[in-house]
């Protein structure tokens, strides 16, 4: 149940009062000013350093894991952004998944200027835990000036590790089953993928918020890839929903498939 994911971050962070580590004994972050694309977009990325054997999480963070929150509110001649999340890792700590990375992470950030002519400048209140034998709350505040094009080599690396769309890993077809359950609805996709690599994880992201989704399973025969997922929305109980806003992540150890969309069968 969701109540009992969040009682397991919560549980963890609670041990930290009797610890010596702070944030900055495992955490650096910065912002790095990247380029301005064709079509007037300006990339810029995080990129958090983190201690050996620390590691951060996806924005699925799975059973256990902390999703990272971010607000943009004190930038200057900013629209909106667009994050480009490179693939993540899966970690089995005691029975318990969570995803995420290791180590180091830089996390591509496209953002769309209200001006584009004029400069922008980016300021982010980054909240996020960090983890390894114990977890940390951690928050950084950091700021960068666009207007320059520096720190490409970084970014254009992390974009060409994000996960491959379904069409280029060979997916040649998805449907997907919903049934109702007491509390919301069971969903079931059978995907003709090829192998991604044993284990393979699947994990399944709604567009609307406040819905919790369980880790799926996922067994294989052959070509076809079947996962399947309860998800609970607010108020508990079956609701509609919305098929093109469903993504599904394929992570594999050395591969992540991105299926956009879940249609019927």
């Given amino acids: ?11 963890c962070l609670a041990a930290l009062p009797a ?3 702070t944030q900055d004994d495992v955490l650096a972050a910065r912002l790095l ?22 590691k951060t999480y996806w924005r699925s ?3 256990a894991g902390i999703p990272p929150s971010f607000d943009f509110s004190a930038s200057r ?3 909106s952004v667009a994050f480009h999340w490179p693939r993540p890792s899966v970690f089995d700590l005691n029975g318990v998944t969570t995803i995420g990375y290791h180590d180091h992470l830089v996390l591509p950030i496209e953002v769309t200027p209200l001006d584009p002519a004029m400069p922008v400048t980016l300021r982010a209140t980054v909240d996020l835990g960090v983890c390894k034998d114990i977890c940390l709350p951690a928050s950084v505040t950091l700021t960068t000036d666009l207007a320059r094009d520096t720190d490409a080599a970084p970014i254009r690396a992390a974009l060409s590790d994000m996960p491959t769309p379904a069409k280029a890993a060979g997916l040649t077809g998805i449907g997907c089953t919903l049934d109702p359950i007491s509390d919301g609805l069971r969903l079931t996709a059978a995907m ?11 994990v399944f992201e709604t567009a609307t918020n406040g819905v919790w989704v369980s880790p799926a399973t996922a067994t294989r025969s052959g070509p ?6 309860d998800l609970v929305p607010p108020d508990g109980a079956p609701f509609a929903l919305d098929r093109a806003g469903v993504t599904v992540t394929v992570i ?5 498939v991105e299926v956009k969309g879940c249609p019927a069968p």
């Fill in 252 to 256: 594999a150890e050395n591969s992540a």
């Fill in 61 to 63: 963070p799975g059973e």
């Fill in 192 to 202: 003709a993928l090829p192998d991604q690599g044993s284990p393979e994880t699947v």
């Fill in 33 to 54: 000013s990247g380029w301005q694309t064709d079509s007037g977009t300006r990339m810029a990325a995080l990129e958090l350093a983190l201690a050996p054997g620390w």
């Fill in 1 to 11: 149940m969701p109540h009992q994911t969040r009682l397991a971050a919560l549980l």
């Fill in 77 to 79: 001649n900013v629209r």
């Fill in 19 to 21: 610890q010596a580590l």
């Fill in 224 to 229: 076809t890839l079947t996962a399947t997922a």
